[in-house]
């Protein structure tokens, strides 16, 4: 098994293929803020891992933030960084509706915004990074669609509400269902990206619909959860489908209790956060919106992707 330093190696010759400034182009000194929703999702983990990666490339001195899943703890945290005069704050945000003043704030003070993997409404940002969450939900129907024969019944876990990521994930994976007539969409319960809510809200969900054909969770932490609820099921009877691509989650598509995962770029999104940050700091231009291509993981392609 590769090394965890290995594979940041791989992130950056990556990001350097895309553009990332040359090392004799160094932001040594620069100050950035950075702002995680949680640190108990390992997906976070991987996100801020490639942020670290990317800062100690460049010099940059990086503050990281956890904000577990509180959006008043963020708001407050935002407000420090403004209040310290970082060169730029990087906010994956807990709720994309509530960090507007916020963000306000920071514009006011000439510190540019970069939203990373989730959107922030109803303020203006530099730029907006995530991955392309409407074609991985589509990507997810269409798996699990192929996974139970294009009929029966299935069930869908959201993740938190009022992010972005659930909201496009959500309506993704509704449009590439609208091809599959046969298929019902039985219940949608929220579990909050949580594992532990995703084996609660399955645990119901499986004595309201025992005769389940599939799942379809908006993350790997609820499809791991739906796997725990429904036992030697997962995998046979029950086709789960998460969305991430964690080292779990892989794991479970090898083992096939997770017929498949969307597969994210964490590490790359972090890395990029930072590098647009910079550049956005510097007064140069960065794109309004980015959005990191996915994959799908299935057992046939599984070890293509990182474990470790």
Known sequence: MRSLAFVIAGVVLGA?????????????????????????????????????????????????????????RQATQIHDFTSRKVKAVIINPVDSNTLATEVRAANLAGIPVIAADRAINHASVAETLTSDNLAGGKLGAQELAKQIGGKGDVVVLRGTAGTSASRERSKGFAD???????IKVVATQRADFDRAKGVTAMTGLIRSHPDLDGVFAENDEMALGAIQALGPKAGHHVKVVGFDGTPDGIKAVRAGSMAATVTQQPRLIGWQAVQDAIKAARGQTVAKSVAVPVKLATKENANEFWTF
Not at 40 to 58: H, K, L
Request: hydrophobic content about 40%.
């Open 176 to 182: 590439g269902l609208a091809a599959y007539p046969k």
């Open 16 to 72: 350097a293929a895309c553009g990332v400034p040359a090392s004799s182009d160094s932001a040594e000194g620069l100050s950035i803020g950075l702002s995680v929703s949680t640190m108990s999702n390992p997906y976070f983990v991987q996100f801020r891992d490639g942020a670290e990666a990317a800062a100690q490339r460049f010099g940059v001195k990086l503050s990281v933030a956890d904000a577990q899943n509180d959006a008043s």
